[in-house]
């Protein structure tokens, strides 16, 4: 094969072939070789290293694709990396940030020894030694927590981005498309119904029973009887009360009576003439005896007690209430509230019926509605798992792979959001001590290392970022460029905006969405064609734009999903594109195999016409030839 790049090229594949005895054919000596003219020389040099210097390999993915299915360039999960690295400005940041937990970059390696240098310093420092330590414990602790953290997410985004990657090439599939939509929809109008359902049933009783006084709802039939016992506790306490005021009056009156006659003061005479006294066995006050034993003797006796009594430190005597409590009051209260509310309280036992049964009928309902759920559900799976050519044994086994990928994704995904959580926190705790760290070393030998450390981090960071933002621009301009495509291909009609989302693990995938930043998920077959062909485009007009070299783009049946007029339009614009495209289509053939000319005429391009040479066996391989016609330049 000669082709021009830079400058004429010549590859050329040989093998020799010899027949036996047997009349078997063998094989062998197979060659592949390359020249290039250098000067007046022609130079030999290895077919495929020819080859792939002016058609590298990893470009020839995005150059070559046969039929509708496979257009999507990001099937491959590790072709957003490759587009990366090969267009962007991405690896120039590779001999200074490779990412986190990889020292191989100038400022991973930079970050990571000053800050061993700056712990090394830390744990020198005898003034904070203990503090030092505890912290560093934590800090070492922390770091590996969030590694096996971030491993375990990388791991299961990469998990839950395969299966989703699976599952969504069987759902894209041709023969299902039509019936899987169908289950869509119902799935997502079952799914919403549910929780409009779920939403009305409100099955907190136990607060119920005492904020909506549920509780009293048995009250009617003995309330009656409750309204008679707080009357009865009513008239009980009243009685005891008169009876004790009574008591009382009585005790005020005696003691008034006994009062008539004003006694002297209890220190009249003194202590010490009453101790002389009653030695002495006389009166000293009325002049007569008062020998022991007598009550003149007593009196003067019990006289001396109440004086010694009265010179004693006066204990407060606190006067016991009968009724210390009000609760009678409270029961009144309650007792009068629930009379006046005695019509709601009597409808309760309705109330509560009413409301249980609601909750149960709205249950049976949403239990149906799940019913008819786990119904599409498995007619999904059923579906997913359908594909030509299988027997009923391969086909049960798909099936039983497809419900393996259903509960492993899920599993993933549950796994992503908990980890992610996970590693929130346990960033935020690292953050916290590590300051905690860093103002330890204030004041002391540390601190230059501090210093020193934290510019380097914050280097590390500004690359960090740098490279994350490089990758957003590239992003950003192959989206640009596929939307300026996109426009071209689909004239007078719905065409949306392409948006190329970057997954957590580095793979990638296409999506649609409109103005209102509102997703396409179900585009049809020919809007999503042109889709795959705008980025295939996009990613051409870089490939150019960074090596200087335009590649050709081969579709093989690209517009089978194509109206006849979309199918006219597609080929109008695709002449006017400045770009080499080569597409293998049948659309200028009529059913008995005749050139259309009509379609013909009205292209503006090279048009050639691929046939097999006749005649030829059916029977005998070695006989197929192929005819290539030029029809119209």
Known sequence: MTFEHDGEKIVEKSFSFSKDANNEIKTGDFQFKGFENEGAERILIQGGRLLDRCFEAAIRKYCLFKGEENLNVFNNPDALNYLIETFSNIRQFEPYYNGEDDTSGFTDYAEYQSRKAFEKAMKSDKQNSQQEKDLSSKLDLLRKDLSDIRQRLKSNRENATNYSTKLNEIENSKEASELLKAINERLKSLREKKVQTEKHINEEYSIKLLDDMWILGGFSSIFEEFQQKVSLFSREKRKLEREEDKLKGKQELAKEIAEGIIPLSPNIPDKISMQEMIKDEFCKVCGREAKEGTDAYDFMVNKLNDLIKSQQPIEKETEKQLFPNN??????QKSSNLEYNQV????????IRDTIEFNEARKTDANKIQESIDIEEENKKKLLAQNDGLTEEQLQNAYENIKNWWDYKGQAEKQVVILEKEESEKQKELEKYQEEYNNLAKGSVADTYRKIHSALDKIK??????????TQDFLFQLEDKANQYLERLNIDGFYGIIKIIK??????RIALQDRNDTFISSPNQALKTTIYMSVLFAVSDLTALKRDN?????????????????ESDFFKVISDINKQCIIFTKSFLTESGMLDNNKIDVQNCTIYRMEKQRPFSNLDLSTIQTKLTLIKE
């Open 503 to 508: 997954s957590a693990d580095g793979a990638a």
């Open 344 to 351: 709601e309280i009597n409808n309760l036992i309705n109330t």
């Open 550 to 566: 335009d590649y050709p783009l081969i579709f093989d049946a690209p517009t089978s999903s194509f109206s006849p007029q979309k």
């Open 461 to 470: 960071n500004a690359f960090k970022n740098a490279k994350e933002k490089n």
């Open 327 to 332: 609760f009678l009051r409270e029961l009144e």
